[in-house]
């Protein structure tokens, strides 16, 4: 519970302070004479148009992908299972690849596309997994596997086909927040707060399935249809990140478990701190982004940079044990 | 509460993995579902638990077929414990407390209710001071208690358990076994898939020999274990004690000395087992006769897999079987004549055994007068008479052998 509202106090802090950051001479102050109604239109943009979109998009993408991987990771029984695992940010990859490379690119057109191709791709690789007895989790990651490296290549096959539209599509990979506007935060908000809420009222579930399959079912879960939804609202919870933010790697898998090694195993705490914890990391993350250069480095990047030294840790604490 | 399982058959793949399994249980019972490994047991269980579904037959649970409930509705009253324990960081009450999950509404809050039903299960397996530790940093023994405990939480009317002794000490074991035992008595029914025969027999009511997934023997430890049933369920050699009315095998020693020699006895009745059993363990081939089939001498032959010469039940020796009788006499190094009763269907065999005397290999063991053995007359009085003569004769069991050994040893 105190972590639960230390992290709450944190997320208010956070949103405050990357409203007032930026590469813009627009500070705290002017969010304070935003508040009275003082402001003028340039500061008015600058803040409820451009910060507050991303600083949003970013807290809904952190829950989202952490959340994410913390149900993977109970459903895998594996820490380092992640949101991607079922090859969601490849096909994601050639959605977005397939429009801008069809000239057609537009912020909504690559957001839609991105997010029904990794929809597709989920589907497929669900269906490639499935089993006369079910859909046993090994098959499913080998079929993800599969499927991503078929959509890697794809995706290749594209960058190298759009000749100078190349680096816009290198760039949507390496994801980040740059695009934010409120049409996105609106796209998403639904699924994400819908699929969250689901998790969130299913953690006790999560925590039979840690058990291994048979110990959920000799407690009466039905677990196969409690496989499905989850990968339902994982898929949900990373195509629709994805599609607004381009791929953001191991944030899905440093959140969860650094809550897991803070709370423990139990996801009637793990998961609303991992929710919580998400919400307050990203859009840090996505500060730094935007002000440690003139420009902006992709949030990706930073990310993959963190997130690498972190995950050979866990990997090398895996063998440890 | 009553479950039957009727005529299930079972396909895995392609392999029909129970072939017609039928048995009921009742509460109060234990049952053992006694084989080797991948013989079906886990099987059978998985099968009642309704995560199998028959292609023949069916489960009933007071006469309603078990597919005809939800999971939720079967982990209410069947508790089922897989063999494998999980790999977990969970701490040990947040793995009990999810032996209270079928009885949670959807939102699955549990009450403070559900909470001291999972407390009082811990207890009952005398873990409560283990409750906020981590399920990893458990002992074996400790691990199977706290699942035996998310079990009880649930509590169900039927326990179903797949080897909950495997890989335990055996302090663990009997610790296990002991509780199961006394939820039994409260009104429960077990079953145990189980292969360590000894903790069947000691703690179960019933056991159903599972082999190829077909129950080939069934019903009290006494009536079903015995050295052949355990040659032919496991294929391993044993014996088989009786110890205070409990019955219990231990694995059968090899012979050391392996001796070369074939001992005939002549014997029925059961006059003959103590001896072929005997001779047996000292390492002697055996061959015997004439017996007839299903006499309790004929079955501690089959048991050490000893030469029958054998005639039908209740016939009278045939002609033709006392002559395979007096091959293998002459074929034998010794020939021991038992304590046997004599009646007109086995006085070929004196007449036999007369024929070894006058070979002189002949030992008798005469316990009781013969008069009182003598259910002819005459006739047999003479062939006795004649037998004991020619042949070296003994009071009893021990005699002979120690004869034999001094011999052949």
């Known amino acids: ?321 | 509460m009553i479950l039957e399982v009727k005529n299930v058959r079972v396909k895995l793949g392609s392999i029909e993995a129970l072939k017609d399994i039928t048995f009921k249980i009742e509460k109060n019972e234990i049952v053992a579902l006694l084989g080797p490994n991948g013989s079906g047991k886990s099987t059978i269980l998985r099968t009642i638990f309704g995560i199998i579904k028959p292609y023949v037959g069916a489960v009933y649970l007071d006469f309603k077929n078990i597919e005809k409930f939800d999971f939720r509705q079967i982990a209410k009253r069947i508790g089922y414990l897989p063999q494998e324990n999980p790999e977990t960081n969970l701490r040990v009450i947040d793995i009990v407390m999810l032996g209270r999950t079928p009885h949670l509404n959807g939102f699955k809050q549990p009450s403070k209710k559900d909470l001291e039903i999972a407390l009082n299960a811990l207890k009952s397996v005398g873990m409560n001071g283990f409750k906020n530790r981590k399920f990893s940093e458990l002992s074996g023994g400790e691990r199977q208690k706290v699942m035996i405990a998310r079990v009880f939480a649930q509590q169900p009317e039927i326990l179903l358990l797949d080897e909950p002794t495997a890989h335990l000490d055996i302090s663990s074991q009997i610790e296990v076994m002991e509780l199961v035992s006394k939820k039994v008595n409260e009104g429960l029914a077990a079953i145990i898939a189980i292969h360590d025969i000894n903790l069947a027999t000691s703690f179960c009511n019933r056991i159903l020999m599972v082999k190829d997934g077909k129950i080939v023997r069934a019903g009290k430890p006494e009536e079903v274990i015995s050295r052949s049933t355990i040659k032919e369920v496991f294929n391993a050699d044993v014996d088989v004690k009786k110890f205070g009315g409990k019955i219990y095998v231990v694995p059968k020693m090899k012979t050391r000395n392996n001796k070369n020699r074939l001992i005939h006895v002549i014997c029925g009745g059961g006059s003959g087992t103590e001896i072929i059993y005997k001779l047996s363990e000292k390492g002697y081939r055996i061959s015997a006769g004439v017996l007839n089939v299903l006499d309790s001498d004929w079955q501690a032959v089959m048991d050490v897999e000893g030469i029958l010469i054998d005639e039908a039940p209740f016939s009278p020796i045939s002609n033709e079987a006392y002559e395979k009788n007096i091959k293998w006499i002459e074929k034998s190094d010794a020939v021991i004549l038992t304590n046997l009763s004599v009646g007109i269907g086995n006085i070929l065999n004196l007449k036999a055994a007369l024929k070894a005397a006058e070979e002189k290999k002949m030992f008798v063991i005469n316990k009781t007068p013969f008069k009182e053995r003598n259910f002819v007359g005459k006739e047999a009085d003479e062939l006795y008479r004649l037998i004991l003569e020619k042949s070296r004769v003994f009071k009893n069991e021990e005699e002979v052998l120690d004869e034999l050994e001094k011999i052949f040893g």
Not at chain 1, 116 to 139: C, D, N
Not at chain 1, 261 to 277: D, Q, Y
């Open chain 1, 1 to 321: 519970m105190k972590l639960i509202a230390l992290l709450t106090i944190l997320i208010a802090i956070i949103f405050v302070v990357c409203l007032s950051l930026g590469p813009s001479s627009v500070g705290f102050e002017d969010v304070i004479m935003l508040l009275n109604g003082k402001a003028d239109n340039n500061v008015k943009y600058i803040i409820i148009d451009y910060r507050m979109p991303r600083i949003i998009t970013s807290m809904l993408v952190g829950v989202a992908l952490a959340t994410a991987g913390c149900s993977m990771q109970a459903l895998f029984r594996n820490p380092l299972a992640d949101p991607y695992i079922l090859g969601i940010s490849s096909g994601a990859s050639v959605g977005a690849a397939i429009v801008i490379f069809l000239g057609i690119a537009t912020t909504f057109n690559i957001m839609l596309s991105a997010f029904i191709f990794s929809l597709i791709t989920a589907f497929v690789v669900y269906k490639l997994g499935e089993t006369k007895i079910g859909v046993p989790i090994y098959t499913l990651l080998l079929a993800g596997v599969a499927m991503a490296s078929f959509l890697s290549g794809l995706t290749s096959l594209l960058i190298y086909l759009s000749g100078k539209e190349m680096h816009q599509i290198v760039f949507w990979i390496m994801g980040g927040f740059w695009a934010a506007r409120w049409e996105k935060v609106w796209f998403i908000t639904f699924p994400i707060t819908f699929s969250i809420a689901y998790v969130f009222l299913n953690a006790w579930n999560l925590n039979a399935i840690l058990m291994g399959e048979e110990h959920a079912l000799s407690v009466g879960i039905d677990v196969e249809s409690f496989k499905r939804r989850i990968i339902g609202v994982a898929t949900l919870l990373t195509s629709s990140s994805v599609a607004v933010s381009g791929i953001i790697g191991f944030v899905g898998i440093i959140i969860p478990h650094a809550m897991r090694l803070i709370v423990g195993e139990n996801h009637k705490k793990l998961i609303p701190a991992t929710i919580l914890f998400g919400a307050a990391f990203m859009p840090i993350v996505d500060l730094i982004s935007r002000t440690i250069t003139d420009g902006e480095i992709p949030v990706g990047i930073i990310t993959a940079l963190l997130g690498a030294p972190f995950f050979i840790y866990l990997l090398r604490r895996a063998k440890v044990q």
